[in-house]
């Protein structure tokens, strides 16, 4: 019998693998029967022990067909389909080369917990591909995290010497990563340069990094206690605007991953985007990409925690 | 009713304010998590999110 080592890896002898890592509190585990398979180096940092996961999962190789499980759910007009089939969700996978059939799919439960991944046999080499390749598993983090759990946000965070957690929200495009690497000169630690996820704890909202990161390639497995949030957006100099935080809902929702497909995942985001604006200084951040916007920024987190 | 005589006090109401309507722009495209930026898609032969040199970078 093996035990997983540090990097929550088991290497098993024959048996197949296990392999856990996880995300914002959520543990994740995956077994595979007999075969070994890559895995995401950006998930490293996030690979740990996991005793009792929140999210169980099996891995098998067969062959897949072209018919649809059960009702469509969501169609991302991308690469993955979300099903229902007798209470159970269906995410299918397609690529052009797979064409109708699905290269992957992946039946779990309503609540996201357990399930089995399905890799389609006539596509898999020796060695398996990374069962949760992107967008898998940010989808179920995502997914799961809908559950009453929390919610992701298009976001860069830093965590400053004071321990405090500041988010700096944007689409793409917005200098999240520009901001992040100019946080990065500065004695903070930079948790993500393009996911955040925010939960609600007794003591307030708490903000996590994930491994899904951005062109500046930040991913930290820590989380701070949230301070502020601020709207981030290319400008002419830098400008701080307060937001109301009915504003500050709306601009966050529209940079949030919320499947919209689960009502409790939309409540669960007005929940925890309202709690944080309605506690916490939101603002909107116009700014030019230099250090000048990070000075700018200090000087206006001192008024704030100083207040 | 009687009057005593004390200012009579007087409710202060709030303004109205009109309602407005903002604009929220949405970019479904990256909320639906619909696949990697730098390849185009995820799967097999093209160029898989799995392998570090050929997408690193899910998107800023």
């Given at each position: 019998m093996s035990h997983p080592?540090?990097?929550g890896v088991d290497s098993g002898h024959g048996a197949g693998e296990t392999y856990s890592f996880a995300v914002a509190g959520i543990g994740i585990r995956i077994r595979t029967q007999g075969s070994s398979f890559r895995r995401e180096p950006r998930r490293q940092e996030f690979e740990t022990v996991v005793q009792d996961p929140d999210i169980g999962l099996r891995v098998g190789r067969r062959e897949l067909g072209a018919e649809s499980p059960g009702e469509l759910v969501f169609d991302s007009g991308m690469v993955w389909r979300l099903y229902d089939e007798e209470g159970e969700r269906v995410f299918r996978f397609f690529s052009p080369q797979s064409g109708a059939v699905p290269?992957?799919?992946?039946?779990?439960?309503?609540?996201?917990r357990e399930g089995e991944i399905v890799l389609h046999e006539p596509w898999q080499g020796v060695?398996?591909?990374d069962p949760l390749e992107y967008p898998l598993d940010e989808l179920l983090v995502v997914h799961r995290l809908g559950?009453?759990?929390g919610v992701e946000l298009h976001g860069c965070g830093i965590v400053d010497e004071a321990g405090l957690g500041w988010l700096f929200v944007g689409h793409s495009g917005a200098g999240k990563s520009t901001l992040a690497a100019l946080w990065a000169e500065r004695d903070v630690t930079v948790l993500s340069d393009d996911r955040i996820i925010l939960r609600k704890t007794d003591a307030g909202i708490r903000m996590f990094g994930t491994p899904w990161h951005g062109e500046a390639g930040f991913a930290v497995a820590t989380s701070a206690p949230l301070a502020g949030i601020l709207i981030v957006e290319h400008g002419r100099g830098n400008?701080?605007?307060i937001l109301t935080p009915i504003s500050t809902v709306s601009e966050l929702m529209a940079r949030a991953f919320v499947p919209f497909h689960e009502p409790e995942a939309l409540e669960t985001a007005i929940d925890v985007l309202g709690v944080?604006?309605?506690?916490?200084p939101c603002c909107r951040f116009r700014f030019t990409p230099d250090s000048s916007a990070i000075d700018h920024l200090s000087s206006w987190m001192r008024t704030v925690t100083d207040a | 009713m009687i009057n005593d005589g004390s200012p009579t006090k007087t409710v202060q109401k709030k303004g109205?304010?009109?309602p407005t309507i903002s604009e929220v722009k949405l970019r479904p495209e990256e909320a639906v998590l619909g696949n990697c930026k730098i390849s185009g898609s995820s799967g097999p032969l093209s160029g898989s999110c799995a392998s570090p040199t050929t997408c690193s970078v899910l998107g800023s």
């Open positions: 080592d540090a990097a290269y992957k799919e992946l039946r779990v439960g309503r609540d996201y060695e398996l591909p559950q009453g759990l400008d701080i605007e944080a604006a309605a506690g916490l | 109205y304010v009109k």
